[in-house]
């Protein structure tokens, strides 16, 4: 069954293509390749959520303590009767929470297209009281599909540590228009092709070689939004792309 809940802190750093190969090279047999993909690599393909006043959007800009997102997330290439994850992913401070509920996409579709006015029981879901949660944040801010981001991953989990998880996000792409995430993952580049989006995930805190490791390579942990990014690239009226990635610390915590 997939994990529905998680609660864990992540860092986010901005790197090469030269900088993930040396990475890989330097974890040696610390990490395996996760279960998913073709030696833990995959497309994933988001569509995001937002109102007219770009809401969300500003939360996360403004680095609000509490903010959140609500996205509807596909694996590979799908169609509408493959497998969904509608997720609301909330952040406090450093902690990530996510809840997801599993879904058909096109039994996701159905609920946009209807939404909850005819109450939430009729629906095809495998975490009723997560898709209630999901109801009650689209009708608060009153969210409508916004944009679809994709990109190839390439997931490792630790050896001895199964709850550290680091992710390579690279070709990052985005769209406005086709917002159907069965037409597949294409769109136009928000990060130089050249760059790699590292997350490190843990429970509670980097281990201390994987700190060395990051140190000694010069990995910068830095602020890398896909959903600012995307947003001002495919309104050209916010932020500039520059500015989004902000320096704050190296490695661990």
Not at 211 to 234: G, M, N, Y
Request: proline share 2%.
């Amino acid at each position: 069954m997939a994990i529905e809940i998680f609660c864990r802190k992540e860092q986010k750093y901005l790197i090469s293509n030269e900088q993930y190969n040396r990475l890989i090279e330097e974890m040696g047999n610390r990490m395996r390749s996760d279960k998913n993909g073709d030696n833990g690599k995959y497309t994933v393909t988001s569509l995001y959520f937002e109102n007219e006043a770009k809401q969300i959007y500003f939360e996360t800009k403004n680095k609000l303590q509490y903010r959140q997102k609500l996205r509807l997330r596909v694996y590979g290439d799908t169609d509408l009767a493959g497998t969904a994850f509608f997720e609301v992913k909330q952040k406090h401070k450093d902690v990530v929470n996510k809840r997801r509920a599993v879904i058909p996409l096109a039994e996701a579709y159905r609920y946009l297209e209807e939404g909850g006015r005819d109450g939430l029981d009729h629906f095809h879901v495998s975490n009723r009281q997560v898709l209630k949660e999901i109801d009650y944040f689209i009708n608060y801010y009153g969210l409508q599909p916004e944009m679809i981001v994709s990109y190839d991953r390439h997931a490792l989990h630790g050896v001895d540590d199964e709850d550290l998880r680091i992710t390579f996000d690279f070709n990052l792409r985005c769209r406005k228009q086709d917002l159907h995430l069965e037409h597949g993952a294409y769109g136009d580049p928000f990060i130089d092709l050249n760059l790699v989006v590292l997350e490190v995930k843990v429970d509670h805190s980097v281990p201390l070689w994987l700190v060395r490791v990051l140190q000694s390579l010069d990995c910068e942990q830095r602020s890398a939004s896909k959903f600012c990014t995307s947003t001002e690239l495919l309104d050209g009226e916010l932020f500039p792309m520059e500015t989004e990635f902000e320096n704050t610390t190296i490695g661990g915590n």
